[in-house]
C-alpha cells in the first residue's frame, strides 16, 4: 500500500491505473480510522479495482471553538490498519496542498438549504467547509466512486446534492453505520467519552431505535414523539441539540403519508458531541 503526500505523485498513481483501465474508489476521512471506516474501505472495494483513502483533518470544517487542534492525529496507526484491508493507496496532504492560496483564500463550495438545519445549525460553516474539501479531494482524485458513511447521513445527503447539482460523473455510496456491541455508533470522537460517560453514551441509540419502531408500528404525532425523545435523552443526562423525523430524502418536514423517515440527533456528553441516525423505511 502506497502513502503520497504530494499531488504530483497522487496523479501519477491514478493515471497510470486509468491506462490499466481500473475504476478508483475514493474513501475520504480524517484519520484516527476505526471498524466503521475499514467497513467503508472494503465497501469501496466492491465497487473499484483500486480504493483510495485520504486522511486529512480538514481546517475548514471546524468553526472557531472546536476541536481542530486536538482531533486525534494517528496516520502511522492508520496506515498499518488499512495495510490489513484493501486499500490501495492513502493520500495524506497537508494543508498547503489542499489549499494552495491558502485557508483564508479558499474558494469555497456551498449547498444551499439542505445545509441550513441540524449539523449546519449547530456548527455555522460546517457544511461549506466539507463539500469545499470533498469537492478538492474528487478533484485530486478523479474518482468514479466515493463513499461515506451513514453516521453522518445529513452530510452524505449534502455530498449527493453536490454531485448532482455539479454533474460531477461520480458515483456516492452510503455505508451502514458501525457500532460497538451497546449500540453506540463507531467514532473518533468516542475518544472524548470518560468511563461513566462512555457507559451512558449507547442510550442515543437505544432512543432512536425506539422511536424508530414508534413510527414503523405508524405513529405519526411527530412532534410528540420528538419531545419525548429529547426529555428521555436529557434524562439521560444528554445535552440535546436536535432530535427530529424527517423525509429521508431530503430532510424536509415529512406529512403523515411519508414512507422514507430517517431519525436524526446530535446530543452531547461531556467534551463528546455525538451524532447518529436510524432510516425508517414503512
Ligand atoms: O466525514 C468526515 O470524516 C469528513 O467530514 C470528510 C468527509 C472526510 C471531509 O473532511
Redesign the pocket.
Known amino acids: 500500500m502506497l502513502v503520497v503526500q504530494n499531488k504530483q505523485e497522487l496523479a501519477e498513481h491514478i493515471a497510470e491505473w486509468r491506462h490499466n483501465d481500473e475504476h478508483v474508489a475514493l474513501v475520504?476521512?480524517?484519520g484516527n480510522l476505526h471498524a466503521g471506516h475499514v467497513a467503508l474501505v472494503e465497501l469501496a472495494r466492491e465497487h473499484a479495482e483500486r480504493v483510495v483513502v485520504s486522511i486529512?483533518v480538514?481546517p475548514t470544517?471546524f468553526g472557531e471553538d472546536e476541536d481542530y487542534d486536538e482531533y486525534p492525529r494517528t496516520l502511522e496507526r492508520d496506515a498499518r490498519r488499512l495495510k490489513t484491508v484493501s486499500a490501495d493507496l492513502i493520500f495524506a496532504p497537508d494543508v498547503e496542498t489542499m489549499y494552495p492560496f491558502g485557508v483564508e483564500n479558499a474558494t469555497t463550495v456551498s449547498v444551499p438549504r439542505i445545509t441550513e438545519n441540524f449539523c449546519g445549525a449547530s456548527r455555522p460553516g460546517h457544511f461549506d467547509g466539507?463539500t469545499t474539501?470533498?469537492a478538492r479531494l474528487f478533484a485530486l482524485v478523479q474518482p468514479d466512486v466515493a463513499v461515506?458513511g451513514q453516521k453522518?447521513y445529513q452530510?452524505q445527503l449534502v455530498i449527493r446534492h453536490m454531485a448532482e447539482d455539479m454533474n460531477l460523473p461520480i458515483t456516492i455510496i452510503t455505508g451502514n453505520t458501525i457500532r460497538d456491541d451497546d449500540g453506540l455508533a463507531l467514532s473518533s470522537r468516542n475518544s472524548y467519552l470518560s468511563d461513566e460517560q462512555r457507559a451512558q453514551a449507547p442510550e442515543l441509540y437505544r432512543v432512536l431505535e425506539s422511536v424508530g419502531n414508534e413510527l414503523q408500528d405508524g405513529r405519526r404525532n411527530f412532534a410528540e414523539i420528538e419531545a419525548a425523545a429529547t426529555q428521555r435523552l436529557a434524562d439521560a443526562g444528554f445535552d440535546v441539540e436536535y432530535f427530529a423525523i424527517r423525509r429521508a430524502l431530503n430532510l424536509e418536514v415529512p406529512d403523515r403519508d411519508c414512507d422514507d423517515l430517517v431519525v436524526l440527533a446530535a446530543a452531547r456528553m461531556g467534551e463528546a458531541r455525538l451524532i447518529d441516525n436510524v432510516v425508517v423505511t414503512v
Open positions: 475520504p476521512t480524517m486529512f480538514n470544517q466539507v474539501v470533498v461515506f453522518d452530510q
